[in-house]
């Protein structure tokens, strides 16, 4: 594999009811990591991180490469697997009840065949994704008993469970990319990815949502998460127009580890099962 960067760590376990394992895949990259939860205060261990060069017709190749090249992958491990893609649509309860209703609607903007699209059931809600032809079947079939789940779900669940008394835009931001959570009284009205180049996007972006949605950025709230190597200039940017900026709190692993938010929020979760 021509890669980036990479990373491996081999850990000895003797009880693997003890541990859970989440594992992250994108277009850009795999990483997974353990978490003990017999002692709740042992470290994260990033089994491996490997990143590379964004390309759609190798991606499959390099993410079964990556699961073959660490059989620790293997063991009996309560596992989440999280599909990071921005190929990714939200239907309200009566649609998720229709799988052929899900598929016109995915294909009608992300054209795919019904084999390579997975379903993320969160909130009463229904996601559909897809990240790359032949990863569902793959996954089914060499990590079996492993739970599937789209990063914006994950998001999802987490934020819409805080309690605001007004709309809340959380934006979780990647090195290349960026996720659009909008929070209303309880109720997802969005969530989609971006790419970006530099703050004014990010910043333009969330304008122009709070402008398709009818509302007053005056009365409604920023909440940032992510990599973002001048926080300070991003927050400058959006108090132009956006009068309440914050940060969203965070589990310590994504700052401990440097591991992505929707993993972090995942291994926590798994930890309280």
Known sequence: MSAELRTYT???IDDTAEWRLVIFISD??????????????????TLFDERWQLDDT?????????VYNHPQL???????????TPRALWFPEKAGRDSEMLMQGFNSVFPNDE?????????????????????PSFLRRTLSGAKISSHQGVLVSKFIKQKNDSPVLYIDIRNEDADYILIENGKL????THQWHNMMD????????????GLNPQMAQVSLSGEISDKQELVRILREQISYVMFTLVPTAVSKVKMPLSAAISLCRQSNN
Do not use: Q, W
């Open 189 to 192: 009205l969005l969530a989609s």
């Open 28 to 45: 850009r990259g795999m990483s997974a990591y353990l978490k003990n939860l017999e002692n709740p205060l042992d470290n994260i261990v």
């Open 10 to 12: 081999s850990v000895r």
């Open 74 to 84: 293997f063991d009996d491990f309560a596992t989440e697997i999280i599909i990071c």
């Open 202 to 213: 990010i910043g333009y972006m969330a304008i122009n949502i709070f402008d398709v949605y």
């Open 115 to 135: 084999t390579n699209v997975l379903e993320d059931e969160r909130e009463e809600m229904t996601c559909v994704y897809s990240l790359t032809p032949g990863l």
């Open 58 to 66: 190798m991606l499959l190749h390099r993410i079964e490469e990556c």
